[in-house]
C-alpha cells in the first residue's frame, strides 16, 4: 500500500513576474509567529527587551537564517557546483538552504545582538529556541508540498510515491522531521520554559534544543534519501548527520555547564 504524491503546485500564486511559493511563505510565517509569540513572553515573564530591540533582534535572526543557510548550502551541499556559477549563490529562488548554516548564522547573529544590547548571549539564545521548531515544522511541510527532501524506498504502508523520487514508495521523510523537530521539539521546550529554574539557568533552553533538534535528525536521516549531488560518506553516514554531530556535542557541553555552573 502507498499514497501518490498530491498534485500540488510549489507556487501559491503569480501577479505578473513575481510569484509567492509555499517554502517563501513558511518562512514568513515562521518568523512571523515567533516574534509575536516572543514578545507575548518578553511582556509575560519580564524578560527586559524592548519592542525596540525585539524588532532588531527580528532583523539580526531573519539576516543570520538567509545568509547562513544559503552559505551553507554552499558550502557543505554545493559539490563544486557553485564555484563555477558564482552567479549562482545569491540566486534563492532556484532553491539550496541549509538548516545548519542558517543556525550557524543565526547564533552569529545574536552573538552580535547580545553585544550590542550587553545581554548575556545564552539568555538570548534561550529566548530565540524557544519558537525555532515552528519554522522547522512549517518548512519540513513546504519541503513536502515541494515533493523535495524524499526519504528512502520503503514498503511501510504510509510511503509516497514522489514524482522527483522514481514513483517508488518512499518514507515521507519531511512529515516525520515536521513531527520530531517542529510538534515534539515545540512542545518539550515550551513545557521546560515553564519552570522558573530553567528561565533563571541560562542555556539550558538552548542546549536541549540543540541536543534534540541534533539526535533527531541524526536518527531521521537513515530514513531520508541521502542528497543525490552528495550521496554517502565514508561509512555509509550522511552529510547531515556528519553536521549534526558538532551541534549535539555543543549541546551536551552547555548542558554541561548550566548545571555545573549551579553546583559551584
Known amino acids: 500500500m502507498y499514497f501518490d504524491f498530491p498534485d500540488i503546485s510549489p507556487v501559491i500564486f503569480t ?14 510565517v515562521g518568523i512571523l509567529s515567533a516574534w509575536l509569540l516572543t514578545k507575548r513572553n518578553i511582556k509575560m515573564y519580564k524578560l527586559g ?3 525596540e530591540q525585539l524588532d532588531d533582534l527580528v532583523f539580526y535572526v531573519t539576516l543570520g537564517i538567509i545568509l547562513g543557510g544559503r552559505l551553507g548550502y554552499v558550502c557543505c551541499y554545493g559539490n563544486g557546483y557553485f564555484w563555477h556559477n558564482p552567479q549562482e549563490i545569491l540566486a534563492l529562488w532556484h532553491g539550496g538552504m541549509s538548516f545548519h548554516g542558517g543556525l550557524v548564522g543565526v547564533i552569529a547573529g545574536l552573538y ?30 513546504a519541503n513536502f508540498v515541494n515533493g523535495e527532501l524524499w526519504g528512502r524506498v520503503t514498503t511501510v504502508p504510509w510511503a509516497v510515491k514522489f514524482p522527483e523520487g522514481g514513483y517508488l514508495p518512499r518514507h515521507p521523510s519531511q512529515l516525520y522531521e515536521a513531527l520530531s523537530e517542529g510538534v515534539l521539539m515545540f512542545i518539550i521546550l515550551n513545557c521546560l520554559w515553564k519552570k522558573a529554574y530553567v528561565r533563571a539557568h541560562y542555556g539550558i533552553i538552548s542546549s536541549v534544543f540543540l541536543i534534540i533538534y541534533a539526535t533527531s535528525r541524526i536518527c531521521m536521516e537513515f530514513f531520508r534519501e541521502p542528497d543525490q549531488q552528495i550521496g554517502f560518506l565514508l561509512g555509509g553516514i550522511t552529510m547531515g548527520q556528519l553536521l549534526s554531530l558538532p ?18
Open 49 to 51: 527587551i524592548s519592542n
Open 112 to 141: 552580535c545582538f547580545a553585544r550590542k544590547y550587553k545581554f548575556p548571549f545564552l539568555k538570548i539564545t534561550d529566548i530565540v529556541a524557544l519558537y525555532v521548531p515552528i519554522g522547522i515544522f512549517l518548512g519540513r511541510l
Open 15 to 28: 501577479i505578473g513576474s513575481f510569484s509567492l511559493r509555499w517554502y517563501a511563505l513558511a518562512y514568513l
Open 247 to 264: 551541534f549535539l556535542l555543543l549541546g551536551l557541553y552547555i548542558l554541561h555547564h548550566a548545571v555545573q555552573k549551579e553546583r559551584d
